[in-house]
């Protein structure tokens, strides 16, 4: 039997060492802030568990790829860390068997985790102790549930941010024959802030865009002129565009027709802005948040500011809004011109883990104490994703090597090497790569989309 959380020593003697791997500005988010949530001990937001606050010793790993985050990304996000380094997947493996780590945190797109957990099992074969493993999901789980629930399949915890996806994602591993014991719940890591006490001067509208929801021109254009339309109707209010990338810079999802190059022939009325920045400061000035279908609605909903998701184009699966269906949020333009302000459904909100009600600091107790035992325990069994060569041998073996490991997790020959830093060439050789291939996602994708469709 595991020792009782009250048995393991406290972590004001040891902070915990946590290495957090991330492949995009919003998962480096999710990852650093979860850390600090779920490291044992005094909360590194409340110190709930003690009077004296410990942080964990925080090392960020980002996956290079096509959505490295840039400096401003990084700056945007506001989460520090004592050490942050950009790697490849074989790299990160070399230091996780050279460096010693109390917990792991992948904060991946799917084929990622799957990947690292592969790698990772083979790099501890063999040992009693090694360090806690912990995945998740950075927001909504509206699309890929299964593949990408079995995709994660294999931490010591996955985290699910609800009640309702701590029933699904229980649903999904028992129904294949999965353990489902690692499903933990907790709630999305970034909640918080103020709660929305009234209408502000002036009373401001925010639309929160997302970089491939919806997709088309046809659509985006649709809803920037909408939202133009608002601020044309309403002059006496503040309407604010609140994008989340720059053009060139990637997010977890590629942006094909970034707003502001849609915006940039069009003459805006002076009561409209584009901006930029953490969300949770423009929600310090937000009387009506309006989205498809971004993460964004549930900080708003969790600080009790007027949310709405739109129903203009439909609610659709594609775009995520259904996720909302219950919510009581769901309206559109229209609507919203006329002076609609929704109600949120109390129930629905509360299975969301939005925790609107002051459970929030409590969320993350479930997933700390479950650590802490772990952490005590003399032994852990070796990782063992529901993936392997024997259950998935014609889907496993690509994932892996789009990570540069054979079928048994180990580095495929030819697999970049982690004995050096870059060099200058091959610093920007990299920084040309990842440009040119930005600029085929914007640029010459859509043209060749275009000239398919004559």
Same mark, same amino acid.
């Given at each position: 039997?595991?020792?009782?959380?009250?048995?393991?020593?406290?972590?004001?003697?040891?902070?915990?060492?946590?290495?957090?791997?991330?492949?995009?500005?919003?998962?480096?988010?999710?990852?650093?802030?979860?850390?600090?949530?779920?490291?044992?001990?005094?909360?590194?937001?409340?110190?709930?568990?003690?009077?004296?606050?410990?942080?964990?010793?925080?090392?960020?790993?980002?996956?290079?790829?096509?959505?490295?985050?840039?400096?401003?990304?990084?700056?945007?996000?506001?989460?520090?860390?004592?050490?942050?380094?950009?790697?490849?997947?074989?790299?990160?493996?070399?230091?996780?068997?050279?460096?010693?780590?109390?917990?792991?945190?992948?904060?991946?797109?799917?084929?990622?985790?799957?990947?690292?957990?592969?790698?990772?099992?083979?790099?501890?074969?063999?040992?009693?102790?090694?360090?806690?493993?912990?995945?998740?999901?950075?927001?909504?789980?509206?699309?890929?549930?299964?593949?990408?629930?079995?995709?994660?399949?294999?931490?010591?915890?996955?985290?699910?941010?609800?009640?309702?996806?701590?029933?699904?994602?229980?649903?999904?591993?028992?129904?294949?024959? $999965?353990?489902?014991?690692?499903?933990?719940? #907790?709630? =999305?890591?970034? &909640? !918080?802030?103020?709660?929305?006490? %009234?209408? +502000?001067?002036?009373?401001?509208?925010?639309?929160?865009?997302?970089?491939?929801?919806?997709?088309?021109?046809?659509?985006?254009?649709?809803?920037?002129?909408?939202?133009?339309?608002?601020?044309?109707?309403?002059?006496?209010?503040?309407?604010?565009?609140?994008?989340?990338?720059?053009?060139?810079?990637?997010?977890?999802?590629?942006?094909?027709?970034?707003?502001?190059?849609?915006?940039?022939?069009?003459?805006?009325?002076?009561?409209?802005?584009?901006?930029?920045?953490?969300?949770?400061?423009?929600?310090?000035?937000?009387?009506?948040?309006?989205?498809?279908?971004?993460?964004?609605?549930?900080? $708003?909903?969790?600080?009790?500011?007027?949310? #709405?998701? =739109?129903?203009? &184009? !439909?609610?659709?699966?594609?775009? %995520?809004? +259904?996720?909302?269906?219950?919510?009581?949020?769901?309206?559109?333009?229209?609507?919203?011109?006329?002076?609609?302000?929704?109600?949120?459904?109390?129930?629905?909100?509360?299975?969301?883990?939005?925790?609107?009600?002051?459970?929030?600091?409590?969320?993350?107790?479930?997933?700390?104490?479950?650590?802490?035992?772990?952490?005590?325990?003399?032994?852990?069994?070796?990782?063992?994703?529901?993936?392997?060569?024997?259950?998935?041998?014609?889907?496993?073996?690509?994932?892996?090597?789009?990570?540069?490991?054979?079928?048994?997790?180990?580095?495929?020959?030819?697999?970049?090497?982690?004995?050096?830093?870059?060099?200058?060439?091959?610093?920007?050789?990299?920084?040309?790569?990842?440009?040119?291939?930005?600029?085929?996602?914007?640029?010459?994708?859509?043209?060749?989309?275009?000239?398919?469709?004559?």
């Amino acid at each position: 039997m595991l020792p009782s959380v009250l048995d393991v020593p406290a972590s004001t003697s040891k902070p915990p060492r946590i290495a957090v791997l991330a492949d995009s500005d919003t998962r480096w988010k999710w990852g650093a802030l979860t850390a600090g949530r779920i490291a044992p001990g005094p909360s590194m937001e409340t110190g709930a568990q003690g009077d004296t606050q410990v942080a964990p010793a925080l090392s960020g790993f980002l996956l290079r790829g096509r959505a490295t985050p840039t400096a401003r990304q990084l700056a945007e996000v506001g989460v520090t860390a004592d050490s942050l380094r950009e790697v490849t997947a074989v790299e990160f493996l070399r230091a996780m068997a050279q460096e010693e780590y109390d917990i792991v945190v992948l904060s991946l797109v799917g084929g990622g985790v799957q990947a690292m957990l592969h790698g990772l099992a083979r790099i501890w074969e063999g040992r009693p102790k090694r360090p806690v493993v912990v995945t998740g999901y950075v927001g909504v789980v509206y699309e890929k549930l299964a593949d990408g629930l079995l995709l994660r399949h294999g931490a010591d915890l996955v985290l699910a941010n609800s009640r309702q996806d701590a029933d699904r994602f229980r649903a999904v591993y028992d129904g294949v024959g $999965a353990d489902s014991s690692s499903v933990t719940e #907790v709630a =999305l890591p970034f &909640l !918080g802030g103020a709660a929305y006490t %009234g209408e +502000h001067e002036p009373y401001t509208v925010v639309f929160a865009a997302q970089p491939s929801v919806p997709e088309s021109r046809k659509d985006r254009t649709y809803l920037l002129d909408r939202l133009i339309q608002h601020a044309r109707k309403h002059p006496e209010r503040e309407v604010l565009l609140k994008l989340r990338s720059k053009p060139g810079e990637h997010t977890t999802h590629i942006e094909e027709l970034p707003y502001q190059k849609l915006a940039q022939k069009i003459d805006l009325p002076a009561n409209f802005s584009l901006v930029y920045g953490h969300m949770g400061e423009v929600l310090d000035r937000t009387d009506l948040l309006v989205t498809i279908s971004s993460t964004a609605a549930l900080e $708003a909903l969790h600080r009790r500011i007027p949310t #709405v998701i =739109l129903s203009d &184009l !439909g609610v659709r699966e594609t775009l %995520g809004n +259904h996720h909302f269906v219950g919510s009581g949020c769901l309206a559109s333009w229209d609507q919203l011109d006329e002076g609609h302000r929704p109600t949120p459904d109390e129930e629905w909100v509360s299975r969301q883990g939005v925790a609107a009600d002051g459970t929030y600091e409590n969320a993350f107790d479930a997933g700390r104490e479950r650590i802490a035992k772990l952490l005590a325990s003399p032994e852990l069994p070796p990782l063992t994703p529901y993936y392997t060569p024997v259950t998935a041998p014609g889907y496993l073996p690509g994932i892996l090597a789009r990570h540069h490991l054979g079928p048994d997790g180990s580095p495929l020959p030819g697999a970049p090497a982690a004995d050096k830093e870059p060099g200058p060439v091959r610093q920007v050789v990299r920084r040309a790569a990842r440009g040119a291939y930005r600029h085929g996602v914007q640029r010459v994708a859509p043209v060749i989309r275009r000239m398919g469709e004559l």
